[in-house]
């Protein structure tokens, strides 16, 4: 497909909002068609993501899709290819700021019991004994513009994590410097820092949260790996501090699952439809 003002004016857009929901992305757009008065052929999202690639290709920056790690959601992020390192952000920040951010993604990724994030009192604190900023409200505020630019994500119960767009921006940057703390999803591949890990410890593997939710009421409430019962899985991830009791809502799930199937053993119900009252129910329990 030929690049043309539909594709420029897509791609300021998505210049500006640097990470934003596919769903709005798509939205966004058909406008630019529409403001263009571009033809109806050319109406495919993936065809347009495809033909801004190729011209965001010289400059070392691509479109790129990743899944929320709690949601699910599909999101739209403008990463840097040459993503070695940390430097790329060079342009909106000083040398001191980088260094400040460096020592953030230390912090997170090496956090108590792999939890991958920080306290946000701590994390000033932190922050400010590394001498990069003046006082403490100027950390505040550093952070602050962190959050604004959608490099960290500050949880409900005040946590500091790596946002979707840290995660796909900086994922070549922190597969090297934290290879050693950093788990891929069992299921889907991505990076994963807000999820569960199955219960036995010589297994190792860690799901998303929505990737979990997705697939463990369907396959026997066990781990997709080595099959060990998943109701006692390790939940990790800064959700874990919000109170969202996602593990009790499961555990809540498989309960009644168990009634369900006790009370109608002649049922001849099908699998599926079984699931769908399980997952609606998990819903209703964890809003
Ligand atoms: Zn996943
Ligand atoms: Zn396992």
């Known amino acids: ?34 403001a263009t008065s571009s033809d109806q052929t050319e109406r495919n999202f993936q065809d347009a993501i495809l033909t801004v690639n190729v011209a ?38 000083s040398a001191s700021e980088l260094n400040a951010f460096k020592h953030l993604i230390k912090l997170i990724m090496t956090a108590d019991d792999g939890n991958f994030c920080v306290a946000s009192t701590a994390t000033i604190n932190d922050i400010y004994h590394l001498g990069t900023h003046g006082s403490k409200l100027l950390v505040q505020e550093f952070l602050k513009d962190l959050v604004r630019s959608q490099w960290l994500d500050l949880s409900a119960a005040g946590y500091y994590s790596l946002s979707n767009r840290s995660i796909v921006d ?87 699952r168990r009634q369900t199937s006790a009370s109608t053993p002649d049922s001849n119900r099908e699998e599926g439809e079984e699931v769908e009252v399980d997952e609606e129910e998990a819903r209703d329990e964890e809003e």
């Open 1 to 34: 497909m030929a690049y043309t003002d539909a594709h420029r004016l897509f791609l300021q857009n998505c210049l500006l909002e640097r990470c934003l929901p596919q769903s709005k992305a798509e939205q966004i757009f058909q406008k630019c068609l529409s």
């Open 170 to 256: 900086l994922q070549t940057y922190l597969k090297e410097e934290y290879s050693e703390c950093i788990s891929e999803c069992f299921l889907c591949k991505e990076i994963v820092t807000k999820g569960e890990r199955c219960p036995r410890e010589d297994c190792g593997t860690a799901l998303h949260v929505y990737c979990a939710r997705k697939y463990i009421p369907v396959h026997r409430n066990q781990c997709p790996s080595c099959h060990t019962s998943w109701v006692e899985s390790q939940v990790f991830g800064s959700q874990t501090f919000d109170g969202t009791q996602l593990r009790q809502s499961r555990i809540e799930v498989s309960r009644q």
């Open 56 to 93: 965001l290709d010289p400059i070392n920056l691509e479109l790129r899709t990743i899944q929320d790690e709690i949601s699910g959601e599909r999101m739209v992020a403008i990463v840097n290819t040459k993503g070695d390192d940390i430097a790329q952000m060079a342009t909106s920040y």
